[in-house]
């Protein structure tokens, strides 16, 4: 069984939400607070936790930020409003993905789907080989990646999105390819959560995210890794 996490504080969001996802076949458990998020994450064991922006303790953009320090669950953040930068800031501070309110469930769960499905072939590349190049070092089977000696923190779909640019060292990726495979054949939300994390990498793998060494930019077309012989 799934589990997932809902921490909203309307009770009429998360119990409609809990009953057609337990129909669903999925196990939840509904907070309302984020300090009872942060304590039933240990607790519960989510596979995935859906989380509310407005909370009535903390911003969920703050109980995103306090679990990147120490877990990898995926997060699909909900919002009320419509402003750009609340989606990005949420992408920032590591949440996977963002739904903004009101939704159908019906897109909610394709949303939940393709990210369960993400994890899931993350365990089937358990056994796969560290890549480096240069200074980095991604280690699939670890989900770990350091530079230098230096590990850095990277939400699930910061380092999914690294995986497919890392061992496609030099070669061209799609922006539709990129999506796909990060987020899901179904996935249906904004196409710019792409570029959004790839800054967010850049401004943790490069020396100079302004100049990239090793992502770089197709223009027109989507995104490529610099080969090895770029790099040495």
């Known amino acids: 069984m799934t589990n997932i996490l809902l921490?909203?504080?309307e009770t009429l969001i998360t119990d409609s939400l809990s009953y057609s996802l337990q129909r669903e076949g999925f196990?939840?458990?509904?907070v309302t607070h984020g300090k009872?998020?942060?304590e039933a994450i240990d607790e519960f064991h989510p596979d995935l936790i859906v989380l509310d922006l407005m909370l009535p303790d903390m911003s969920g953009l703050e109980v995103c930020r306090r679990l990147r320090t120490t877990h990898s669950t995926p997060v699909i953040m909900l919002t009320a409003r419509g402003?750009?930068?609340?989606?990005?800031l949420g992408l920032e501070v590591?949440?996977?993905?963002?739904?903004?309110?009101?939704?159908?469930?019906?897109?909610?769960?394709?949303r939940i789907r393709a990210t369960i499905r993400r994890v899931e072939l993350d365990r089937q590349i358990s056994q796969a080989q560290p890549v480096d190049l240069r200074a980095l070092r991604l280690d699939p089977a670890a989900r770990r990646v350091f530079k230098s000696d230096q590990e850095l923190q990277l939400s699930a779909r910061e380092f999914d999105l690294l995986t497919i640019l890392m061992?496609?060292?030099?070669?061209?990726?799609?922006?539709?390819?990129?999506l796909a495979q990060v987020w899901g054949e179904e996935w249906i939300g904004d196409p710019r959560t792409l570029d959004v994390h790839v800054r967010w990498l850049r401004?943790?793998?490069?020396?100079?995210p302004a100049s990239p060494e090793y992502i770089q930019t197709v223009r027109g077309y989507g995104y490529r890794f610099a080969g090895p012989e770029e790099l040495s």
């Open 203 to 208: 401004l943790k793998i490069e020396e100079d």
């Open 83 to 88: 402003e750009e930068i609340d989606r990005v």
């Open 167 to 178: 061992k496609n060292a030099g070669r061209a990726l799609s922006r539709e390819e990129l």
């Open 27 to 30: 196990t939840v458990k509904a």
């Open 36 to 38: 009872q998020a942060l």
């Open 7 to 9: 921490v909203d504080d």
């Open 94 to 110: 590591g949440a996977d993905d963002y739904l903004a309110k009101p939704f159908s469930f019906r897109e909610l769960l394709a």
